[in-house]
Nanobody, 116 residues
Framework: QVQLVESGGGLVQAGGSLRLSCAASVTSSSINYMGWYRQAPGEQRELVAQ???????NYADSVKGRFTVTRDSAKNTVFLQMSSLKPEDTAVYYC??????????WGPGTQVTVSS
C-alpha cells in the first residue's frame, strides 16, 4: 500500500512564500507522476501542478510564474515552492501520486492560509 506524508503548510501573509513536501512510500521506478491539487471551501478540487517521471511539468494558469514543482526521485518526494502568495491561494493542498499498476493515491491534505 502506498502512503503519502505531507508537510509544509501554514499561515503566511500575502506576498510570502511556503514550501510543501510530500514523501511517498513506493518504489520510485513505479511512479508515473506526482503532483499537487488544492480545494478551497465550497470549491472543487483543482490541479495546481504536477511533474512526470521524466521531469515534465504542468501548472494551473493561476499559479504559473509563482509556483514551482520539483521532485527528488531518490527520496520519492515532490515539492511545491509557492511564492508571491495571494489570499485566493488559501486552500487545503493535497499531494497526488500515480503509481503503475496500482493507481492514484492521495495525501491527507495540508492547510495553506494566506492573509491579506
Amino acid at each position: 500500500q502506498v502512503q503519502l506524508v505531507e508537510s509544509g503548510g501554514g499561515l503566511v501573509q500575502a506576498g510570502g512564500s511556503l514550501r510543501l513536501s510530500c514523501a511517498a512510500s513506493v518504489t520510485s521506478s513505479s511512479i508515473n507522476y506526482m503532483g499537487w491539487y488544492r480545494q478551497a471551501p465550497g470549491e472543487q478540487r483543482e490541479l495546481v501542478a504536477q511533474i512526470t517521471s521524466r521531469g515534465h511539468t504542468n501548472y494551473a494558469d493561476s499559479v504559473k510564474g509563482r509556483f514551482t514543482v520539483t521532485r527528488d526521485s531518490a527520496k520519492n518526494t515532490v515539492f511545491l515552492q509557492m511564492s508571491s502568495l495571494k489570499p485566493e491561494d488559501t486552500a487545503v493542498y493535497y499531494c497526488k501520486v500515480s503509481v503503475s499498476y496500482y493507481g492514484d493515491y492521495w495525501g491527507p491534505g495540508t492547510q495553506v492560509t494566506v492573509s491579506s
